[in-house]
């Protein structure tokens, strides 16, 4: 494996590996072909090809990409206009002193714009899903503890992690708030931890500044206020003045169905739970159970606790039926008139603490909606029990779904088994890495990577007995997805010794489908040896019965006889997604950021 420096030359065509300072390891440089299925259509639609045999030869013009393009279904372009400017730019980046008397594509450079990601991608790269259905009906890119720069115990708070969560695409943010020392300002950390705090209007500030730069739709901030009165009212007083007409907020204490991301474009939406002078005017009771100054709001699991938490059930006016309205207003109009109305007026998305038992929480309001919470411990123990309650309940309100206590290192839980059952929000800790966020990665690079991905519509459905989907039931076969591949970029990415000190890297391939548990397969290619262009040419066959919420994960390793294999690049994509044709599909590196040259060309068929 070789990460140590190497003496290497490289001329001529070839590189040069020096093995113990005294023997030299010459390997000739092939360059990347095309295959013989990319020969075979570029004979079929060229010009002036394949007549004597020799498919290398031709032109391809305009029309003539434009019916590759409309027979492969390998892009949405169907004019010849269109068709010509694809032509252009290809020739743009590589003929820079015949660009002007070109106009149509020999093999070659038909092979490059093949391989180009943002001129032929494997999915589409815009928006394309219907964005009025109440926001109940997506999956939403939600981020856990947004503020943490690493660990949940001890590594820094800071508005850094909020910037770069928006940047990717993330919807929800999330802020624990709690007294400053002095009691006189507000903070965002982990509480009761070892995380150095950040203000909050620092947090505000960035989400004010970031929150669009990746997409027009809504911005979710769930809060868990640790606050008294009084900051409660300045956290208000802050959001009005930082956010200002971004603010949404609703005209009645309660929405009886959610609005639309499209109705909410560069809107902001608060959720938490309503204020305890709120509730405490519409309950005594609660004023009793708790009678401290500071708002215990919250919802998840101080780390290292084995305590599981069950569904946030709502707390609202309508739970309390046992006063005449009357005296609800009566006790509403002792409350502090300055402070409760300004900070529960913010809250859309209303939240809450826990009561009753988790098949109770789960009856649908027909007047209200809310959000309720799940650890992923309660989320299986759920799913075991109440399955087509969780689909049910979710087809109307939102599902959160947050990381157990225990995950100390920020590490990440699977998140199919939310998504299978309609849950929006499966909250993630973004920053770090590892196979469950790349399949979040994956799962949000659909509907153009807006951070709102519309829900099967079997998700939604109600039968004529009210029955919903049921997760648990075998399907058969819907369509079977098959997918084959070659490789490029890695020698322009990686130095000629990163893999192997001696000699060129020995690629393979691991292909995994992740969805229900009757779909999960995993497949492998044979290893090529000693080549910076791999070409594997095996085609994977996977069946598929619920292919809507099937991802496609890929994973490229260089084979190491004596230490682990090498990590190549990795991609996730939403198979419902997956356009078929042959397809330029990029890889990014473990923390998901894009690698700069490396992809996979990849042939995708539906059966």
């Known amino acids: 494996m070789g990460k140590e420096k190497k003496t290497e030359s490289h001329s001529n065509g070839s590189y040069n590996y020096k093995m113990f300072k005294c023997f030299n390891r010459k390997f000739k440089i092939n360059e990347v072909q095309p295959t013989n299925d990319v020969r075979d259509a570029f004979c079929k639609f060229s010009v002036g090809g394949g007549g004597d045999g020799d498919r290398s030869s031709g032109v391809m013009g305009a029309e003539q990409l434009c019916s590759f393009l409309d027979d492969h279904h390998v892009h949405s372009v169907t004019t010849v206009a269109e068709a010509q400017r694809l032509i252009d730019e290809v020739i743009r980046r590589r003929h820079h002193v015949t660009r002007f008397t070109r106009h149509g594509l020999d093999l070659d450079d038909f092979f490059n714009f093949l391989f180009y990601d943002d001129l032929n991608p494997p999915i589409k790269s815009h928006v394309h899903q219907d964005m009025t259905a109440p926001l109940s009906h997506y999956f939403i890119y939600t981020g856990h503890n947004s503020y943490l720069t690493g660990n949940q115990l001890s590594s820094d708070c800071s508005e850094v992690p909020v910037i770069k969560a928006l940047q990717r695409g993330v919807r929800v943010i999330k802020l624990d708030l709690w007294p400053n020392s002095t009691g006189t300002d507000i903070n965002v950390l982990h509480g009761r931890t070892l995380t150095t705090p950040v203000p909050l209007i620092k947090c505000l500030k960035s989400i004010r500044d970031y929150a669009f730069s990746s997409s027009p739709y809504p911005v979710i901030i769930t809060l868990e206020d640790h606050l008294t009165a009084d900051l409660q009212a300045k956290v208000a007083e802050m959001a009005t003045k930082i956010f200002g007409q971004m603010l949404y907020y609703p005209d009645s204490d309660s929405l009886e169905e959610f609005p639309s991301p499209a109705s909410l474009l560069h809107r ?105 919470s799940l650890s992923e411990q309660e989320l299986d123990r759920t799913c075991s029990s109440n399955s087509q309650d969780v689909v049910r309940f979710t087809q109307k309100n939102l599902l959160r779904i947050y990381p157990k206590g225990t995950r100390i290192n920020s590490s990440n839980y699977k998140p199919l088994i939310g998504w299978t059952h309609g849950a929006q929000m499966i909250a993630f800790n973004m920053q770090g890495y590892g196979k469950s966020l790349w399949l979040m990665h994956g799962m949000f690079r659909a509907n ?31 369509e079977t997805l098959k997918a084959m591949y070659m490789g490029d970029g890695w020698r322009l990415d990686f130095s000629h010794t990163h893999f192997d000190a001696y000699s060129p890297p020995d690629f393979y391939t691991k292909m995994f489908i992740v969805g229900v548990p009757a779909d999960n397969a995993k497949r492998k290619t044979k290893i090529i040896e000693d080549n910076w262009y791999p070409i594997w040419d095996e085609e994977f066959s996977f069946p598929l019965t619920v292919p809507e919420l099937a991802l496609l994960r890929i994973e490229v390793r260089e084979y190491d006889m004596s230490e682990k294999d090498d990590f190549g690049g990795q991609t996730c994509l939403p198979v419902s997604e997956l356009r078929p044709g042959i397809r330029s599909v990029p890889l990014y590196d473990k923390k998901g950021e894009k690698m700069k040259s490396v992809r996979l060309l990849m042939r995708f068929i539906f059966e």
């Open 268 to 372: 902001i939406i608060i959720s938490t739970k309503p204020p305890k002078e709120y509730l405490e005017s519409r309950n005594p009771l609660v004023k009793q159970k708790d009678s401290s100054n500071v708002s215990p709001s919250s919802e998840e699991e101080t780390p290292g606790t084995e305590e599981i938490q069950t569904l946030e059930s709502m707390l609202s006016c309508d739970d309390y039926e046992t006063k005449s309205d009357s005296d609800q207003q009566e006790e509403e109009e002792e409350a502090s008139e300055e402070q409760k109305p300004v900070y529960k007026r913010l809250i859309t998305i209303h939240a809450g603490k826990p009561k009753g038992s988790v098949k109770e929480e789960m009856k649908v309001a027909v007047d209200k909606v809310r959000r309720l």
């Open 448 to 478: 153009g990577g807006c951070g709102y991905v519309k829900k099967p519509n079997f998700l939604m459905k109600k039968g004529f007995h009210e029955e919903v989907f049921d997760p648990r039931k075998k399907l058969p076969v819907k």
